[in-house]
């Protein structure tokens, strides 16, 4: 990992079009600032984390119980647009 | 037409339905390409399937076949009548605690087959949300 020491007010910029700026910073907070292409994304780590495992959690095994319950689901759901 | 084995199941496409996630879903860059295969038996379900990667098979929904009030309309960018909008469905073998991910849906552009994972941040709808019991 790179490491460098900013203070605030100063900046780092990552690739061409990304800069990071260190905003304030008090006590062990610090408040960040990212200007970067509008495809980017930009994700708290902890949120991101959490998505990907929900992801990971999602991909579908889908055994006989699954068939099942999906099939259940289905008739539950065109039942309630009735 | 090419068919894509999901499940021991082939199914057929065009290769016009590829779907492009330049980005991958979210914390899964490997999911590039993908179909989504429309599951008449289990309507509206359907699998969005990695072309590349075998174990990356997602049954998925649009939200409004179940969450009437939904409206992850943070993103003003998006042009309603242009984009599919779907979410991701963790079967569980209970079908009564099958779960919906509302807090990233997965938006289409039906125009330029491009699609995103989006995360919903300062948003009240969750990862984990459970079917309304009615």
Not at chain 1, 53 to 79: D, I, P, W, Y
Request: aromatic fraction near 6%; glycine fraction near 4%.
């Amino acid at each position: 990992m790179l490491v460098l020491s900013r203070r605030k007010g100063e900046k780092i910029v990552i690739g061409n079009a990304i800069v990071i700026e260190i905003l304030t910073v008090s006590g062990d907070g610090v408040r960040i600032g990212i200007t970067a292409p509008g495809e980017t994304s930009i994700h708290r780590h902890e949120v991101f984390t959490e998505i990907q495992e929900a992801n990971r959690n999602a991909e579908t095994v889908l055994g006989e119980l699954e068939k099942t319950s999906l099939e259940q689901l289905a008739a539950f759901l065109r039942v309630n647009q009735k | 037409m090419p068919s894509i084995n999901i499940k021991e199941q082939e199914y057929s496409y065009s290769e016009d339905e590829i779907i492009d996630f330049t980005e991958g879903l979210v914390g899964m860059p490997e999911m590039r390409r993908a179909v989504l295969v429309p599951l008449p038996d289990f309507e509206p379900f359907c699998w969005l399937a990695s072309m590349e990667v075998e174990n990356m098979r997602f049954i998925v929904v649009n939200p409004a076949e179940i969450f009437a009030d939904y409206k992850p309309s943070e993103f003003a960018i998006l042009n309603e009548s242009e984009t599919i909008t779907l979410v991701i469905v963790k079967v569980s073998s209970d079908w009564r605690k099958t779960t919906v991910n509302l807090r990233a849906p997965i938006f289409i552009n039906k125009e330029s087959n491009r699609g995103v994972q989006l995360v919903l941040t300062d948003s009240p709808y969750r990862l984990s949300e459970s079917l309304p019991q009615n």
